[in-house]
Nanobody
Framework: HVQLVESGGGSVQAGGSLRLSCVAS????????MGWFRQVPGLEREGVAT???????RYADSVKGRFTLSKDNAKNTLYLRMTSLKPEDTAMYYC?????????????????WGQGTQVTVS
């Protein structure tokens, strides 16, 4: 089993930046894909960015050029650097992991989830 713990959320003004972190523990050797998803109350959880075991990344069109995903394998930590934040980026951000590769931006493909960290942009 894999446990995921997010941190780094907060409140910022539009145009500001934040960096989210996600530490994985447990059976980390089983992890293939990792990624970030976000959800606004009443809406579906949407994919933001994912990273595969070879380091290849995928981004939602809405965040391309503004968000950067990276992973420190030695620390089992996933990072999401968010810049030029917009009010529409406001959401609960969730870290996710899957035991396979491919890493689509579809929540159904991920079987491990963190508790989430809130990002509010005003």
């Amino acid at each position: 089993h894999v446990q995921l713990v997010e941190s780094g959320g907060g409140s910022v003004q539009a145009g500001g930046s934040l960096r989210l972190s996600c530490v994985a523990s447990g059976a980390t050797q089983d992890i293939g894909c990792m990624g970030w998803f976000r959800q606004v109350p009443g809406l579906e959880r949407e994919g933001v960015a994912t990273i595969d075991t070879d380091g290849s990344t995928r981004y939602a069109d809405s965040v391309k050029g503004r968000f950067t995903l990276s992973k420190d394998n030695a620390k089992n930590t996933l990072y999401l650097r968010m810049t030029s934040l917009k009010p529409e980026d406001t959401a609960m951000y969730y870290c996710a992991a899957a035991e396979w590769s491919g890493c689509p931006l579809r929540r159904e493909e991920y079987n491990y989830w963190g508790q989430g960290t809130q990002v509010t942009v005003s």
